[in-house]
């Protein structure tokens, strides 16, 4: 992978290769079998196939729901983005596990419930949510019909009909050739020629606005489509040239450490689904378009791996849950055999799902999902996991006591407040140990239009008082790239003591008054089970007088002992002390009542 102005590029490759030649002609890009394809169908693992049955079964005779006008004003006028979500989920959840029952039984009995499907999306006017209807999403209630917006769910919408043509396309066409002309007619409208012609979606990268994960998740779907839909030559090498310069923007975005700022919640759609468009274009050329070497690449995937924590557990910094249970451990365990990372495999294999359709993730995934299922479950490299990492372009550090994940696990961050989905939260860290929760970050509430408005750090959960951060004077921190950890510095010693510091004055207003406030975490972990984590802050102010509280979140209340320190009990005989040097019990106690 080469680098040019600061910006990694694919559009390179294009300079040096002829990708009309190079692409499969329409028909001869097939990413898996198709629904007559017999000899993988008839094959699939016995447990998969039942379920499969099964959840299509739930829609044999399916009333899909309606689309209300009313519903999607209302993100509008009330914020809310909850009815027209559900409303547009449920349909192509519907589809989506129709498509696949008929695929597994092949007989034609989900054959009109799949058509209702299809043709009930086509006559949608939006096929994307309320909150991201347009360029001017802003100030328009409703969805202009002349002015198509591909946004995410748009893009996934295209991508999931696309598939439904592939697998079922002879089948479809057997009942009356106008299901797929309907398709074929309303991606062209409403996707390709947007695509091929627009260049204000701001996801696109022709703009001012940074890209994130909007960028690899549209153009994972749209290359979808181009690949599997469009008969012109010409039109798709425009489509896919295209693309690759879309995916330059976000590639550039990404530091050589390859962590996702937007955090682990959002990897699977940022460095996943670079993933996804890598392997689409690399099939899609005989291996011509291969990157799967390059450093940053296998970087990418390690970040996902490094964030584990234990079971459904992964750090959770910016906008996102401590339970990633979204995430497609398939789609992982293909990224790490790709890049020939055993321990990336190793997670996958430890915490696959036999049937990854329950998390509702689109065909595109799912169909690998179901190829790889049973080399995945045969997988020896369960016990293989990372034990330390530090990700020096993005100041976050990564410590276990041991190489299982039943002890101790510790993370902090630097960085600063300007992050993609930032929470104000520089020197903020977390805890766990054999896997409960200690030390947490909240994550995010439920989204609402005021998430990404210039009201974002009203909302509680975004400011760094309701993090593992100090408040200085009555200050908390403030958003921007300004504020953000100086002279950041890690050591690890012989693999038992981890030393991770910084300096977090820069991150507070004016107002705090201070001029340095050094944060210093150190772990010592002499041996298995056995671990000191010390969390040491220094401060030089500019005038007399100053306050600090020290704020920490934890999963349960901790109880204050005799001795000043706070004991926390985990349950299952498993107690944690936490203990104050230089703070006597009144200070703490009143510290812990927030007085």
């Known amino acids: 992978m080469r680098e040019k102005e600061g910006r990694y590029v694919f559009s390179e490759w294009l300079k040096e290769h002829d990708l009309k030649k190079c692409l499969k002609p329409l028909g001869e890009y097939r990413p898996c079998p198709k629904a007559g394809d017999r000899a993988f169908w008839d094959h699939i693992p016995e447990d998969i196939r039942t379920m499969a049955l099964s959840y299509a079964e739930q829609y044999l005779g399916y009333e899909y729901p309606i689309v209300r006008a009313s519903d999607f004003m209302n993100f509008y006028r009330k914020g809310d983005r909850e009815a ?30 799949i058509i209702d499907g299809v043709w009930a999306i086509c006559e949608e006017s939006f096929w994307g949510l309320n909150a991201h209807n347009g360029v001017n999403a802003d100030i328009e209630i409703l969805p202009n019909t002349q002015d198509r917006y591909i946004d995410l769910f748009a893009g996934e919408t295209a991508s999931l009909l696309a598939y439904t043509q592939y697998l079922l396309g002879d089948e479809l066409d057997a009942v009356t050739p106008m299901i797929l002309q ?15 012609n627009r260049r204000d979606y701001w996801w696109m990268g022709f703009t001012s606005h940074p890209v994130n994960n909007w960028t690899p998740w549209i153009i994972s779907n749209m290359l979808a489509v181009f690949l599997l839909m469009e008969p012109d030559p010409d039109l798709r090498e425009r489509c896919v040239k295209k693309a690759c310069f879309c995916l330059d923007r976000f590639i550039g975005s990404y530091r050589p450490d390859g962590a996702c700022d937007e955090g682990s919640h959002y990897w699977t759609k940022a460095g996943g689904s670079l993933f996804d468009c890598l392997d689409e274009l690399y099939a899609a050329t005989d291996g011509a378009f291969d990157f799967f070497k390059e450093p940053l690449i296998g970087n990418i995937v390690r970040y996902i791996a490094y964030c584990h924590i234990a079971g459904p557990y992964y750090v959770n910094y910016a906008d996102g849950a401590p339970v990633l249970n979204e995430l497609n451990y398939s789609l992982v365990y293909r990224y790490g055999k790709t890049v020939g990372d055993e321990q990336v495999m190793g997670l996958a294999a430890r915490c696959h799902r036999p049937y990854e359709e329950e998390l509702n993730i689109p065909l595109m995934r799912l169909l690998p999902a179901i190829m790889y299922d049973e080399e995945i479950r045969r997988c020896p490299l369960k016990d293989k996991a990372f034990r330390d990492a530090y990700l020096a372009d993005n100041d976050v550090v990564f410590a276990r006591d041991c190489e299982a994940e039943d002890g101790f696990f510790f993370s902090a961050k630097g960085g600063c407040n300007a992050e993609s989905h930032n929470h104000n939260d520089v020197g903020n860290c977390i805890a766990y140990w054999k896997g409960v929760p200690l030390l947490i ?17 009203e909302i509680w959960t975004m400011q760094s008082s309701f993090h593992n951060c100090p408040e200085i ?43 340095k406030y050094v944060r210093v975490y150190d772990l010592d972990r002499p ?19 100053n306050e600090v509280a020290l704020n920490f979140m934890t999963w349960k209340e901790p109880v204050l002992q005799p001795d000043g320190s706070l004991l926390i009990d985990l349950g299952g005989g498993a107690l944690v002390e936490m203990c104050g040097e230089g703070l006597t019990p009144g200070q703490i106690r009143e510290q812990l009542n927030g007085e």
């Open 84 to 113: 027209n979500t559900r409303q547009h989920i449920e349909r192509r959840q519907a589809l989506r596990r129709l498509v696949i029952g008929e695929c597994v039984e092949h007989k034609g009995r989900f054959m009109d419930d």
């Open 441 to 457: 970050d909240l994550g995010v509430e439920t989204y609402s239009r005021k998430t990404f408005s210039p009201q974002r750090y």
């Open 473 to 515: 004077n009555g200050q908390m921190q403030f958003p921007g790239g300004e504020a953000r950890a100086r002279a950041v510095e890690y050591s690890a010693d012989d693999e038992t003591h981890v030393r991770f510091g910084m300096d977090i004055a820069a991150a507070y207003p004016q107002e705090a008054g201070v001029e």
């Open 527 to 545: 041996e298995k089970d056995r671990w000191t984590l010390t969390i040491a802050d220094e401060a030089r102010f500019a005038r007399e007088g």
């Open 182 to 196: 309907r398709v074929r007619a309303e991606i062209r409208e409403r996707i390709i020629m947007p695509f091929l």
